[in-house]
């Protein structure tokens, strides 16, 4: 049965076509310095948003009524959902597919009954996967939607919980391993606190330390060969979420000893809630090595929630594929659409037109920074900037030969330093002459 | 010469005096909670604020024309600076100072100008710290005010400019070790970047690591033996500055190896300016053992910029002083107040009432704080909420002793977890009950 | 049946008592400032919250099982929580409720059967009002949570809906006047936009300035005689809400003519979302005589939500009350708690906490204000302040009297003005001296 | 003497030219819409930002020596500031000019010595402004940074100030009449508060719309027949400034009649400021008629200050010439670049980077907004949406011919409205297509 019945595989047609279920930039085939378009971003549908996604916000119910959500029982449903994500992935054309262990199939009332849901829902998925050759880029637990992690899972003060979360991360790392899951993610959205008042911060990060080694040392176990991600989030569902940023989860990440196995998975709209712009939180990431995968959706700039709308700033994702082509890619993951339709976007194209918008601005910003790479002046810009480190005082200093009098001695016996202007706004007009 | 003529030494008359120009909670010699409340809080006074502010704000003109500061050269300048703050410091009656080397006297045009400059006016200061048995919590460097750091200090692209930081900071620690000061600060307002297309995040980083660590070597080899603090800052006035907030700066001095040497000064605007409440900074920086001191302010609930007020918020400080007393009090630090009167607040008294309110109300606090721990059911509570890890399957966990199927095991043997409500607004009342 | 069993009525124990189950502050029968507290306050209860909330967030499911919610049908549900919610006001002995029509009873399938369902129980919780003396102090309609409200309610861009909008409305305020609300309330959770693209705002306004003109003339025909509020809200659930703030709101009510029927209802958490303190809505309300009713809650100051929490602040509710007794306090309304436990506060005894506090840190801060007010210095200090606007030309001036040319001459002919200080840091003190 | 020795005319080169220091979309003369671009635009430069600007900041001193601001005595600097102004206008080919009295010469001790040193350099610009056929797009006056207004300038509760600001106004209003000013604008960077305590907000609006309307009064008289505007500001240098945002504003106008003489100058900056997009406060003004002129900027998405830093989102500011081209264009005004190098931007040239990429930008967002209104399917979509009020009833209802009632048997005789989709992503995606 199909569900997307008007709609038929989305071509690449350039930017002059008209045709609004059209590729304009994204050509999944072409090469851009050195790769396709489809190995630079192994774009990957999110479960959760295009075949869960109910349009219920804070203030309001259910909007979007999709034809594969309206069987009675939960197994029929999850199988409708996984026939709709295939054949989804087959018209939109992307490759891979991220999901949680519940996106897939309802929780049941017990761990074991859980088990076995998961157990039929994934044979019937595996079966989808071989037959399309799509992939599974991560999967996830999800960890936070039960009311029994309203205290925390991995950080909950109850220690029966913190067993339950165990049980339920080995479950979901069995299924990401059976699925052929290239990475396995954690999302701590119930890992921190709502009133410091009766939280004991240190013991909870301990215990998020240890259950993390132990998922890790189980999958590892089991011959699991892929990255393990953790994405940070500031806040939300939490009033404080322990994976702040990019820079407190790799500090977390060190202080446990889990660097060789982890990276991080950065999404937009959490950079943006953590007061940072997403290239900073890339540019973090990648001066660590740790720059794993990402989500690409996009915040509202006036506003502090998640609203995980589909990304479309050419500007902003042009600095992002800037910094992402000079890192040489993600360690391991690729850009998965964890982005949701407004509420109010209730046709079924509208699936569409918002994975079509999202690739084609990715696909858009990578031959934009691709240019302004080959062009070459960018970089020649930034080597001059910091070409006082290669003389040979400086490269002493980078080679910590020097002490505290020596760099005394050469402030107090050279001029003053010259004032060199930083040229931001000469820079911005060159990145925006290349969009 | 007096310069606060009509005001004598400020008294603690309790909470029924009716003049303002009295301490209502702040009694210098008070014991609480074993220790006087002199030595709980070490008050200082910041010497930029109280007697370098001169009102100015972006888009306004200097408003407060103090009388020290009328003088035409800046070594009598210098010297009735100098003499105004130790007449403050005796009439309001704390004990220490706090300073930047170039608040004590203007910069020369060359460096070694400025440590002739600095010899001089610390030779006065000496003289006034020992006859008035005045102490210096921490001296510090401004490395961010000349022009010459407007691309960054030691994180500069320039070699030379970070030579010249280099030579400062000796030049500053050699003032602070003559002043005895018991600790020494970092605050990096440059260090940071306006704009990731000109900088390069991993190098600057590295250079940073590099000078703090040399400043710790040569401060040592001169018979220091304060700690070091540095000072996190998320932005302004770089776009994004490096010691974002604790956990960040604790990653950072964790990576360069400085943790034995360094701790944090945690400012309250700083805080929210980086999202966050104060208390979260402190409990961050106390599990990890790293709260060496704090700047006390606050900033405006409104707006995102650092208005660097006096603190007066009952709620927030008791929630602090909790921490505080809970974590044994600071790592060789104490409370300055990096505050400054609103630019329309023009009378020498205000510089009195604003000192006063902020002493009052981290008194009040106090003695709030300690009524809550006396009380016991606060500290209780929190025991309770995490016993189970006092099982012994609990302590195993938290022991490193389990693999993921122990705790799969223990899950599914056992009934579901019970819901246990976080009673948050009980709590909450048991904060204000004391208040 | 009693849902609270184990509680009896909360008294008044005064702020000594051990037991978390009283009131410190709130003193109902207690005369201050010429009232008692419960004139003054009016405290009412938010049907929805307190009755119906479930403790549901945008990444969880239900928390909170009460067990008036778990009857199957509708119906008895609808008496269950009626019998909750009148239990809960006898307990906790405040006089007033607050509800949108379908709090009361589950929405039907069509309006007929909605308007049904309202009719049965209202008969039923007429009969609990005039048992209980207890009365509602607003009524209002849910335009936002039905699907079909999704693109609007009254500003929907489809005309069938705003009809619909229509018919809704009219049988709220039937339903109200049959209560005996004293007053009605606008909310227009919907009336924004998600987009600009898509959205004409000046159309969309008109049709909401002409449907609250046909609403207020219908319930006036109908006799009602009460005050209609508008609650003005930034954003949350739509992008942009037009009824913003208090200054835009009142614009609003001014250009479409409805300022004799129409006031504000201010909520706290709307206050902060708008980037205003409370007290800046306050003052902008009175200023023009325009202060309705409040929302009392409060929000978290680290992030841009609607968390709905009840309030707790004394330093900022002492401020609300300076302006509130000043002002000879509500036009119609009083305080409704539109507030709600956290999600993991889920013992039934923990929405008793939640109002006790939220009651007494109003109680707490109306003696702090009256006792400011008596004192009187506070008062004397702004009179002053604006005291040469008392002058012959300052009075001429505030008459209209001048022209340009006579402020040149007086600027001209006179010594330049004084620098005047704010003695904001004084008048401060003065605030935290009297809690 | 020439100050850009190096810098010719820039020229329009088209967007294929290496040319930092060309057009690569401004090209003035070109047709777009029935108008030349200089004609839509009438691109102004600020006098304060591009002449005056010093690379201050809250923690570092001035970085930008410009050789025009050398000069000791400030007649002669404010000579050579008017060369090296009509110098970059002719080199930069725009038309226009904006100004604060002060910017154009140093303040006097005095107000008649101002007005004398206005006289003479309101003289030599004339001449250049005759000699070279360049203009002003407004004047104002600056009322914000000479201390005596820290407490306020219009709205100061000191009646003599608020004589000194009429005296002030009076001048300023003179100068710009005499230099052929188009407009005037006020912008209320005192008006505001400090603190609620000390402030009685009824008082000061009243006073300042009593100012306003004698200033236009006065230039009435004088034969001033351009548009007054007043820019809205939420906040900064004030706590909260009373020109908060469009709505506020306009609401403001009207309250003291002056709608038909006021329209508001909308800055970018500003507008984020205030948590709204900058599309949203130009819908509202062009709602009400009252787009008058923009000041083109940006903020910086992570902080909240007024950087003032040179526009440069092609995405947000198609939005922008979207909305102004179907407004019809401007009331009066034009588009001022009311922006700053960042103070690291040290190079002379660096003024012109900054202005050409603004006015790229600009012209870019001009042609791709005029393809999307000739294509026609966004104001298709539109008209689309609303077209339900355009049916008789509709109609109707928009004409005030319906009672509630009426909704009510619409309502009920009617099936139950459809579900709609909003067409977010595709509208965006349709936009992006044209960019």
Same mark, same amino acid.
């Given at each position: 049965?199909? @569900?997307?019945?008007?709609?038929?595989?989305?071509?690449?047609?350039?930017?002059?076509?008209?045709?609004?279920?059209?590729?304009?930039? @994204? %050509?999944? +085939? !072409?090469?851009?310095?050195?790769?396709?378009?489809?190995?630079?971003?192994?774009?990957?549908?999110?479960?959760?948003? &295009?075949?869960?996604?109910?349009?219920?916000?804070?203030?309001?119910?259910?909007?979007?009524?999709?034809?594969?959500? !309206?069987?009675?029982?939960?197994? &029929?449903?999850?199988?409708?959902?996984?026939?709709?994500?295939?054949?989804?992935?087959?018209?939109?054309?992307?490759?891979?597919?991220?999901?949680?262990?519940?996106?897939?199939?309802?929780?049941?009332?017990?761990?074991?009954?859980?088990?076995?849901?998961?157990?039929?829902?994934?044979?019937?998925?595996?079966? $989808?996967?071989?037959?399309?050759?799509?992939?599974?880029?991560?999967?996830? #637990?999800?960890?936070?939607? =039960?009311?029994?992690?309203? %205290? /925390? #899972?991995?950080?909950?003060?109850?220690?029966?919980?913190?067993?339950?979360? /165990?049980?339920?991360?080995?479950?979901?790392?069995?299924?990401?391993?059976?699925?052929?899951?290239?990475?396995?993610?954690?999302?701590?959205?119930?890992?921190?606190?709502?009133?410091?008042? %009766?939280?004991?911060?240190?013991?909870?990060?301990?215990?998020? /330390?240890?259950?993390?080694?132990?998922?890790?040392?189980?999958?590892?176990?089991?011959?699991?060969?892929?990255?393990?991600?953790?994405?940070?989030?500031?806040?939300?569902?939490?009033?404080? !979420? @322990?994976?702040?940023?990019?820079?407190?989860?790799?500090?977390?990440?060190?202080?446990?000893?889990?660097?060789?196995?982890?990276?991080? =998975?950065?999404?937009?709209?959490?950079?943006?809630?953590? !007061?940072?712009?997403?290239? $900073?939180?890339?540019?973090?990431?990648?001066?660590?090595?740790?720059?794993?995968?990402?989500?690409? %959706?996009?915040?509202?700039?006036?506003?502090?929630?998640?609203?995980?709308?589909?990304? =479309?700033?050419?500007?902003?994702?042009?600095?992002?594929?800037?910094?992402?082509?000079?890192?040489?890619?993600? +360690?391991?993951? /690729?850009?998965?659409?964890? #982005?949701?339709?407004?509420?109010?976007?209730?046709?079924?194209?509208?699936?569409? $037109?918002?994975?079509?918008?999202?690739?084609?601005?990715?696909?858009?910003?990578?031959?934009?920074?691709?240019?302004?790479?080959?062009?070459?002046?960018?970089?020649?810009?930034?080597?001059?900037?910091?070409?006082?480190?290669?003389?040979?005082?400086?490269?002493?200093?980078?080679?910590?030969?020097?002490?505290?009098?020596?760099?005394?001695?050469?402030? &107090?016996?050279?001029?003053?330093?010259?004032?060199?202007?930083?040229?931001?706004?000469?820079?911005?007009?060159?990145? =925006?002459?290349?969009?």
């Amino acid at each position: 049965m199909a @569900y997307f019945k008007n709609i038929g595989k989305i071509k690449f047609e350039g930017r002059n076509s008209d045709n609004p279920l059209s590729f304009k930039y @994204y %050509n999944a +085939q !072409q090469i851009v310095a050195g790769k396709t378009m489809a190995e630079h971003f192994k774009f990957a549908v999110a479960y959760w948003h &295009t075949f869960c996604g109910l349009g219920i916000d804070p203030f309001g119910f259910a909007t979007q009524f999709y034809p594969w959500n !309206q069987a009675k029982d939960f197994k &029929t449903k999850a199988f409708h959902k996984a026939d709709a994500a295939f054949e989804f992935l087959d018209k939109i054309g992307f490759d891979y597919l991220c999901f949680h262990d519940f996106d897939l199939i309802e929780e049941g009332p017990t761990q074991l009954e859980s088990e076995k849901r998961l157990e039929t829902i994934s044979d019937y998925i595996l079966d $989808h996967l071989e037959e399309s050759h799509k992939k599974v880029l991560w999967g996830t #637990a999800n960890c936070f939607s =039960n009311p029994i992690y309203m %205290n /925390g #899972a991995a950080t909950n003060p109850d220690f029966s919980v913190v067993a339950r979360v /165990g049980a339920q991360l080995k479950m979901a790392l069995d299924i990401t391993i059976k699925l052929g899951g290239e990475n396995y993610v954690f999302w701590g959205g119930r890992e921190g606190y709502m009133s410091l008042l %009766n939280t004991d911060v240190s013991k909870e990060l301990d215990h998020l /330390g240890i259950l993390l080694t132990m998922a890790k040392d189980y999958a590892r176990k089991q011959g699991f060969r892929g990255t393990f991600f953790i994405e940070p989030k500031p806040m939300e569902p939490m009033k404080h !979420q @322990y994976d702040f940023d990019a820079s407190t989860t790799i500090g977390f990440i060190k202080k446990y000893g889990l660097e060789k196995d982890f990276k991080l =998975n950065i999404e937009i709209n959490h950079a943006t809630l953590a !007061q940072h712009s997403f290239d $900073h939180e890339l540019a973090i990431a990648t001066s660590e090595n740790m720059l794993g995968s990402i989500d690409a %959706n996009r915040g509202d700039d006036q506003n502090g929630w998640d609203t995980d709308q589909f990304p =479309n700033n050419i500007n902003e994702l042009t600095r992002t594929m800037l910094i992402i082509l000079q890192a040489g890619g993600f +360690q391991g993951g /690729g850009i998965n659409f964890d #982005a949701k339709l407004r509420r109010n976007s209730t046709d079924l194209e509208d699936l569409f $037109h918002a994975h079509i918008g999202g690739a084609d601005v990715f696909a858009r910003a990578l031959l934009i920074a691709d240019s302004i790479l080959q062009n070459g002046q960018y970089q020649k810009h930034r080597e001059q900037r910091y070409a006082s480190f290669d003389t040979k005082e400086g490269r002493k200093f980078r080679a910590k030969e020097l002490v505290l009098e020596d760099l005394y001695a050469i402030a &107090t016996s050279n001029p003053p330093p010259k004032s060199i202007s930083g040229k931001q706004e000469m820079l911005e007009n060159l990145i =925006n002459r290349f969009i």
